[in-house]
Structure formats: C-alpha cells, structure tokens
C-alpha cells in the first residue's frame, strides 16, 4: 500500500523538521532582542541548510528560472501554484537564503515539529470556515509583512496533485494589496512527481520560475481586480513554458 510505503518518508521528513530544533536559539534571540533584519538572515540561512539538506536525502534537483526577479528588499508576498508537498522545499532552496514563511491550513499546527516550525519561521495558519479567526490571521500576516518578512500563499488552497492548476481562491491577494507589499508571481512545474504521482517517493527535478514583482502601492480597486486576473494567467503562462 502508498501508506506503508510512505511511512519511512514521513519519519524522515519530521526527523529532518525536529533539527531545525539546533537553529532555533539564533532566531528567538534575534526575535526577542527586537532585530527583526537579524531575524529574517537567521531564518533565511536556516531553512536553506534545511532545504537543501532534504532536496538531496529525497534526490530533488531544483532548476530556478529568472532569479533576477526576486527583490532586494524583504516585506513581499510570494504567490505560487501549489502541485505537491514538495513545492515547500523547492521555493526556499530557489530563493537561496531568503526568509519566507507560508500560509497553511490550521489543521498543519498540530503536526509534531511541523505545526512550531511554521511559526518559527514567521508562518500562520488560517482556519477554514471561520471567517473571523482567519481575518484575525490575515491581519496579523499583514504586519508581518509591513515589518519586512516575507510570506508565500498558494491560492488553490490546497495541492492540484498534478500539472493542471486549479481555480484561485477569492481573498488570496488581499494579504498583499492590504499590506501594499510587492507580490511576486511564481510558477513551480513538476513538483507532483516527488510524492503526489505514484503515492509515494519518487526522485525529481522541479522549476521554480519567478516573475517580475509587482506592486500594489497605490492601486485602484480596478486596478487590484486586474491583477488578480494577471496573475493567475502570468503563473499558468510559466508552467506552460517550464512543461
């Protein structure tokens, strides 16, 4: 069965969450010191040892395209497709030491060492079907980004297990056109092939391709409702470049 087969990977990929354990230390000092710079480098600089680390026990190559679309300055929303569980490793590893935290479902805070190191890095979980905790989430993810962390939300709100991309969730901008941040489309391709394709682990090469950021300071309400149409296209457009 995939299940059975797939229970040496699960060890493996908590085994490898709870060494992040070591790392800890620098960034709540960091934290607790006020430094939020210091901060976002400790961060940056753990989860890409991590990432790496996993890349090669789990044989994932990562091909990054366009690298020069990533912005010098933190405070952005990365908004990316979500094909499989892999996609997670493969934007930290193709943004080479930046930090990033993600959005995920509130169901994932229970997870051992999955659940303390989302919110280690700056991550927050959104509770589904409770418009007014995930209001609350989306609030405080809007000042962390005000702050200058960087966060990733992948609008089909839960993994397509495949190539094709689902439909964008309604509010999925809102995180950054709130926050007037630079949103940074993303489009990753082959990411399903690691675990989703056959149900279990699969060596894979994964694209990671980044667009030209986009701001949002200053927009008109027509103008938000038009990149929430560009965006989606802009990621499709990738993938059908990287297919």
């Not at 908590?14 to 607790?32: F, N, P, V, W």
């Not at 040892?49 to 990054?64: H, M, P, Q, R």
């Not at 499989?84 to 997870?111: H, M, P």
């Not at 999925?172 to 941040?181: E, R």
Request: with cysteine; net charge positive.
């Amino acid at each position: 069965m995939a299940i059975l087969r797939n229970i040496p990977t699960l060890i493996k990929v908590l085994g490898s969450i709870s060494s992040l354990d070591r790392y800890s230390k620098g960034i709540l000092e960091a934290r607790e010191a006020g430094d939020p710079v210091k901060e976002r480098e400790v961060i940056g600089e753990d989860i890409k040892i991590w990432a790496n680390k996993v890349a090669d026990e789990f044989s994932l190559t990562i091909e990054v395209e366009n690298p020069e679309n990533i912005p010098e300055q933190d405070g952005c929303v990365y908004i990316a497709n979500h094909q499989g569980y892999a996609d997670i490793v493969a934007l930290i590893v193709a943004l080479d030491g930046r930090q990033i935290g993600f959005i995920a479902k509130d169901s994932l805070e229970k997870v051992p060492y999955l659940g303390k190191w989302i919110k280690l890095i700056r991550g927050l979980f959104i509770k589904r079907g409770d418009n007014r905790e995930a209001l609350k989430s989306m609030r405080e993810g809007i000042d962390l980004v005000k702050k200058g962390y960087n966060l990733a939300i992948f609008p089909e709100g839960t993994r397509s297990r495949g190539p094709k991309m689902g439909k964008f969730k309604a509010g999925s901008f809102k995180l950054a056109t709130k926050a007037k941040a630079p949103i940074v489309p993303v489009s990753i391709s082959g990411s399903y092939k690691c675990f989703e394709e056959k149900g279990y682990h699969q060596p894979a090469t994964i694209k990671v391709m980044f667009h030209p950021p986009i701001e949002t300071k200053d927009l008109s309400r027509q103008d938000i409702m038009d990149i929430e149409k560009e965006i989606p296209s802009t990621i499709q457009n990738g993938l059908s470049m990287m297919s």
